[in-house]
């Protein structure tokens, strides 16, 4: 993270580079990114954008004179390739596991000073001195992850890796290392030639989603009463509801469906098994 820039709309971003070199948080990896992914994030952001769903930006892509060893296809045949450096933007690069690692190591402290940051900066909608703001914080993103993945659904997009460090906090597409585009319909379907157990397949993505959530509360309960524990599992248990209401209403606008038919779910699921067929 390199700084925050507010533009002359007054719109504030996080400036970000990816493939720039190891950070104190780079863990085992070398911090690098080769020319093909960063092209890869760079055209997908901003289609993602364009397509109408939240998402991180793009800015700019430079290409470097550093060599990156890469395996490509995880076969154990590692090769040199071209290094290159994306500048993205996001309003906030927050994820789930930015709270869950301060609640693991107990820096509870801490943890509720970066939600009242975040809450700040970004929920302007929940009051600062209710009691009420990790619960309304919760509430707010369990509703906007639903509808954040019925729109990768209803674009065939599917996240190769949705554990919860790639799950942002306001709810926007981030973290674009494998990811596909369904050509048919397939709920099988996925990008990540690594994942073998097909965890993070497309047909899946719904209920990692709630995984992850469920995460995020457990990550919050320190800092919750018994009282909002028990209604932020009660909002928790209403994510399905509020994602199959908005993959409906997604789907039944592409078919010019208008109005409520009690066929309507019959059909949507008739036409995709259709495309699997086909």
């Known amino acids: 993270l390199i700084g925050v820039y507010t533009n002359r709309h007054g719109e504030r971003w996080e400036l970000q580079l990816k493939g720039s070199g190891k950070t104190p948080y780079s863990r085992n990896g070398d911090g690098r990114a080769v020319l093909r992914s960063s092209v890869r994030e760079f055209l997908c952001s901003e289609a993602m954008h364009y397509l109408g769903i939240p998402t991180s930006r793009a800015a700019s892509l430079v290409v470097s004179d550093d060599d990156v060893w890469r395996d490509q296809f995880y076969n154990g045949n590692i090769k040199k390739e ?13 994820r789930i596991g930015s709270l869950e690692i301060l609640t693991h190591s107990g820096e509870l402290d801490l943890l ?18 209710d009691s009420n703001r990790y619960l309304e914080f919760f509430s707010t993103i369990v509703s906007e992850t639903a509808n954040l993945i019925a729109l990768w659904m209803s674009v065939g997009f599917a996240h190769g890796v949705c554990n919860t460090d790639n799950f942002s906090l306001l709810s926007i597409t981030i973290d674009y290392g494998p990811f596909g585009f369904m050509d048919s319909y397939d709920p099988n379907f ?6 073998d157990e097909r965890r993070y397949k497309i047909g899946n993505q719904a209920s990692v989603g709630l995984f992850n959530l469920s995460k995020l509360l457990q990550a919050l309960k ?27 209403e997604l ?28």
Request: proline residues 4%.
């Open 112 to 129: 509720r000073r970066l939600l009242d940051f975040i809450i700040q900066e970004h929920f302007p909608s929940i009051a600062m001195n």
């Open 251 to 278: 789907f039944k606008t592409k078919l010019g469906l208008l109005g409520e038919n009690e066929n309507d779910n019959f059909l949507i699921a008739f036409l995709l098994k259709v495309s699997l067929l086909c």
């Open 222 to 248: 320190p800092l919750l009463d018994p009282r909002q524990k028990q209604l932020a599992s009660q909002i928790l248990e209403g994510y399905g509801e509020h994602y199959y209401s908005r993959f409906t």
């Open 190 to 195: 996925v990008p990540n030639t690594s994942d």
């Open 82 to 94: 071209r290094g290159a450096i994306v500048l993205r933007l996001a309003k906030s690069w927050f």
